[in-house]
């Protein structure tokens, strides 16, 4: 195996976004709301949701941590908004296989500055740092389906 | 007590190639007192072979680091190591799923693990533990434990001149007070296995009770399979097995796990640390609290390699096939008696024997001053002495590595001890 | 909080040539990430010499078998090899009888044998338990779990910027129902060495609580006596000090010993088993049930004749020697915070930071890339890092075989760091 | 360290003891009696002993064990017949430096048949065995020394 690049994880545009998050701070009226840890190394976000029409109208997200947990969060942010619920799956689904290192994946457009993170797969434990985002987003659509169904 | 093994089945010529084995093994190359070694004390703990010390001394040279939570290089390789034997232990006892199987340093510890774990949440006064009377008394004494803090009972499957289970009574001795039955797969002491393909499920009729396997002697022989054996926990060794010290895995059923409340407290089992309380890891790290026996894991791993190559199913016909040898010659020593079942089928390599002669542990002096090593003693089944008045037997234990000229000078020096003291 | 180190010692040059100790660490002499490899994680386990790993695979070629109870040779020899390592160890902190030195798997289990052994008798309602922020999670989730199932408080030091403990309100934190008093001589987060000699006596003046000291970082460090220090428990791990891992011990007073119940039952750790009780052995093997890790804990006794021939007293020299370079070298560092006290005499060899530009697990992955391997999280001390409003820190920790280079390629390549974050 | 032997372990006068052991059985009239166990191996014994002006009066064993454990106490019962209690100690001692490799303990008069356990000494794991007689002794005689105090 070829060795890691450092510049390979450490994109331009991952430092930007660790560095001008989007979407980061509180929203008043989110129809739910996860706080999820990551137990191994202590980051932590905050994801606040709402979902009009079957569609994301609103995300906004706190937290702290790495570069690499925090910037995703907010590139999964910025890419969310007006998306259908619906979705949220499969891009999940494509973006840990990009963090599993399926080149593919990693030129996908749709993945957004997500594709910035490709680099992480050949650091495999920073991968868990990575799917923070994606791993509270998805609690939080689970919750939404159970409170709705419940009403 | 059987005397002669039964012949009823053909001797088969076993997939093993035991002289070819023993050569991996270097504390069998050696000389004691002037002869070659003839270790027959595997039911105590085996010896390891090269790949087992090579895999230990290349994670010491290469990827040492604590697992966990590091990011750098060693760490990441040791963690990856470390799980990887995880992955192989459970495969050996046919587990789907590794995250099921919980690294303990042995069976003791194993059992100890859910005495506390499960048992001071789940058993109250009153409440019933069934055992028999063929556990090692580390599938005893923490019960006993347990009954004392708890105020339970403890009852037991009796057992019959054979070392058998007597399955008559298992109607009476379970009940709705039956809270955990833990039994041995295999017996140390008369190498009986036991049939627990037909007890689980009577066990799981009757009552909805913990069932817990001691399988010290069983994962080192039989082709387990957790899942079809139908028990919620499985407890053994390493040692036994070809691989380390001071390793042993615990399997457990994920509901059964996630049920239970954590053993030890300590850094790698937990989530969240407060002042005055703290929430736990994922199974099975909630039950590994502190620094792992990482070399160990990964020395138990390679076991399993190295007894996979072997042949999972060539193990048990070896050992039976040496017990019947050696049940045949031995039974023509003068006032011997064998201990055990008498089909050899239900026997593992475990022969406990007495001489009228001379006692265990003059045997055991003797023939190991022919360079022939068996144990003397209660071999930590002080109830199965009891139950046939002897304080001590001896032992010969066979493994892999064990031939017929094993037996043969086994019997040779037992005749010096006849000579000594006929 | 610490920035530069004061500089009132002069700087002496240890009795230590750490540059000769290195070529006897195999795991040292080779290259990560296309670096020589600098190991700066110690304080989570060191790197071990060949003289341990050459007893660990001596002792499983030649003189492999269960220990005690055994007749024949290689158990004698097994047996021997296994007391004569306790005696090492008990060597090493000075306590006077090796009889008193009980093997556990490490720290974190002899802290939980306490916990369980001790507390589940002796700990009730409304009693206390006195311990410290700067704790481990080691020596507090054992003790949170002893609450829960007791009703006992926990009550706690605080420390203050420097990591150091607030010792104005100890008269009040002690009174007639503090039972325990578990405390780390030094601290893994922040290295401070802990006033143990002056807290101790005022403990024992003030209260009849028992008093053990979590020795995981202390035992590698410092010239540990016992009986000096007045403690009742003394706990650590062989992995933290050139020994294999799995393997710890915890040394107690007899009389406390011998007033405790067993922790695990099993083989080796009884003396009659009957079927509703049994009795024990003497101490310490009243506290070992199973078969222990005999190879673990030659190892660790080779460790401590390996430590001697380095030289008990020159250890902390060396290490506050390094500690001082690396502190004085690493404040130069724009936005450094560096955690723990000021003065190097009371620190051990850890230096956590934190860089105000970089996360602490990008610090990490970055100095890997150049062969720097360093320690980042909360290890394993979440009070301490709640304390300090961080959730991690970057930890780099010496041991003997570091050297000032070392300190020199973990800086270069901290501005690595702040070059990608600068 | 020159190979032990067997011979020089099992001696025709221990095997001859083992096979038929001096004092062995029950008396009605004793004053103490103790029961030790060596709880490595299950070997035990029970002792009794009557003490008459200061005098073993008499002394009586049940048992079972290995051949060393219990020729070593049908030895030493043989011996004790009407030895002043004072001396008890140090014969003993005595033996307890024969297990312990001493040539001139082994030679020494005063321990009667007991010498043809010397050969014990190069066999440490049997040691034990060989003291387990005297252990009980000792602990017999510090019984009698208690109820003595008592009275
Ligand atoms: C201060 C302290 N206490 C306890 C422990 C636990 O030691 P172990 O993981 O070896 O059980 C450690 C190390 O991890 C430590 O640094
Ligand atoms: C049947 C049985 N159970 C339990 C044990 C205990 O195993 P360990 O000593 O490895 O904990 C043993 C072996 O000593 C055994 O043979």
């Known amino acids: ?151 | 007590m059987a005397t002669r093994a039964d012949s009823g089945h053909p001797v088969q010529t076993p997939a093993l190639d035991a002289h070819a084995l023993r050569r991996d093994f270097p504390a069998l190359q050696q000389e004691v007192h002037g002869h070659p070694l003839v270790y027959l004390d595997n039911a105590a703990t085996t010896q390891k072979p090269v790949a087992v010390l090579d895999a230990v001394q290349r994670y010491y040279r290469e990827d040492n680091a604590n697992v966990h939570r590091g990011i750098h290089e060693l760490s990441r390789r040791a963690t990856e190591a470390y799980e990887g034997a995880r992955a192989k232990v459970a495969r050996w006892i046919g587990a789907a799923d590794p995250s099921e199987v919980v690294w303990t340093r042995g069976t003791t510890d194993g059992i100890n693990l859910l005495a506390a774990a499960w048992g001071l949440d789940h058993v109250k006064e009153g409440d019933e533990i069934l055992l028999s009377v063929l556990e090692h008394h580390s599938n005893l004494v923490p019960w006993h434990l347990l009954a004392r803090r708890t105020g339970a009972r403890i009852r037991y499957i009796e057992i019959d001149d054979q070392g058998e289970w007597i399955l008559d009574d298992l109607p009476e001795l379970l009940n709705e007070r039956t809270r955990i039955v833990s039994l041995s797969h295999v017996s140390n002491s008369l190498g009986s296995i036991n049939p627990v393909e037909q007890v689980v499920p009577e066990i799981r009729a009757r009552t909805d009770a913990l069932i817990v396997l001691d399988g010290a002697q069983g994962a080192p022989l039989l082709p387990v399979d957790v899942h079809g054996l139908g028990v919620d926990f499985y407890a053994f060794s390493g040692h036994k097995m070809c691989g380390p010290t001071g390793i042993g895995a615990l399997w457990g059923r994920r509901d059964r796990l996630e049920a239970m409340e954590p053993y030890q407290g300590g850094g790698e089992m937990i989530s969240l640390v407060e002042r005055d309380a703290s929430t736990w890891a994922e199974v099975p790290h909630k039950f590994e609290a502190g620094t792992p026996n990482m070399a160990g894991a990964v020395g138990m791993g390679a076991a399993v390699d190295y007894l996979e190559s072997v042949g999972r199913d060539a193990i048990l016909a070896w050992e039976q096939a040496l017990v019947r040898y050696a049940l045949d010659r031995l039974s023509d020593l003068p006032g011997i008696t064998i201990y055990g079942p008498r089909a050899v089928e239900r026997r593992s390599g475990v022969v406990s024997f007495t001489l009228e002669a001379a006692h265990p542990h003059d045997i055991s002096t003797i023939v190991d001053m022919h360079g022939v090593a068996i144990r003397a003693g209660h071999h930590c089944a002080q109830l199965v002495m009891q139950r046939y008045g002897t304080a001590a037997t001896a032992r010969a234990s066979f493994y892999i590595y064990n031939t017929r000229e094993d037996v043969d000078r086994l019997v040779s020096s037992l005749h010096e001890v006849l000579k000594i003291f006929g």
Do not use: W
């Open chain 1, 1 to 151: 195996m070829q060795e890691p690049q450092l510049n390979s994880l450490y994109q331009q545009l991952i430092l930007e976004h660790y560095r001008n998050p989007r979407n980061k701070g509180e929203m008043d009226d989110s129809q739910v709301e996860v706080h999820m840890r990551n137990p191994s190394c202590g980051d932590e976000i905050k994801l606040q949701l709402r979902v009009e029409h079957g569609r994301i109208a609103d995300v906004r997200f706190t937290g702290q941590g790495c570069s690499i947990s925090q910037a995703a969060v907010s590139m999964m942010t910025q890419l969310l908004k007006g998306k259908p619920v619906d979705d949220v799956g499969s891009m999940a689904d494509r973006f840990t296989e990009m963090m599993h290192g399926d080149e593919e994946a990693a030129k996908d457009r749709r993945m957004g500055d997500l594709r910035a993170l490709a680099g992480v797969s050949r650091f495999p434990v920073r991968v868990k740092c990575a799917l923070l985002g994606f791993d509270a987003l998805q609690e939080a659509l689970r919750k939404l389906g159970d409170s709705s169904t419940e009403n």
